[in-house]
C-alpha cells in the first residue's frame, strides 16, 4: 500500500440483515439516509497512523474503489475517508473507538 492508503476486505454479510424486532430486511431494500459499513483492514500504507492491520473501521460504501485480488473482493481508500476505527488496542479507551 501507499501513502495514507489501507486495504478493507468486504465482509461477506452485507446482504439481507434483520431489524432489532426480528423483521428481514432484504439486500435492496432502499435506506432514508446513507449507511455506514464496518469492515476489517488488511493493509496499510506507511503514512496511515491511526489504523493498524486486523482493526475494524467505519467507512461510506458509496464512496469506495474495489479492487479483486486472487478472487477475493476488496476495498483502497484513504486514512481520512474512515469514519471510526474500532481495535482491541483501544480497549482501555472510554468507547473503544477512535474518531
Known amino acids: 500500500m501507499l501513502h495514507d492508503r489501507i486495504l478493507v476486505e468486504l465482509d461477506k454479510d452485507t446482504g439481507e440483515r434483520r431489524s432489532a424486532g426480528g423483521i428481514v430486511i432484504p439486500a435492496t431494500a432502499a435506506m432514508g439516509g446513507r449507511?455506514?459499513?464496518?469492515?476489517?483492514?488488511?493493509?496499510?500504507?506507511?503514512h496511515a497512523r491511526?489504523?493498524?492491520?486486523?482493526d475494524r473501521v467505519l467507512f461510506d460504501p458509496e464512496e469506495k474503489a474495489e479492487v479483486e485480488v486472487n478472487g477475493e473482493?476488496?476495498?483502497?481508500?484513504?486514512?481520512?475517508?474512515?469514519?471510526?476505527?474500532?481495535?482491541?488496542r483501544l480497549a482501555d479507551e472510554s468507547t473503544g473507538l477512535y474518531l
Open 73 to 88: 473482493l476488496y476495498v483502497v481508500m484513504r486514512e481520512r475517508d474512515i469514519h471510526a476505527v474500532a481495535a482491541e
Open 35 to 46: 449507511r455506514l459499513a464496518w469492515s476489517k483492514v488488511v493493509g496499510v500504507g506507511p
Open 50 to 54: 491511526a489504523v493498524e492491520i486486523g
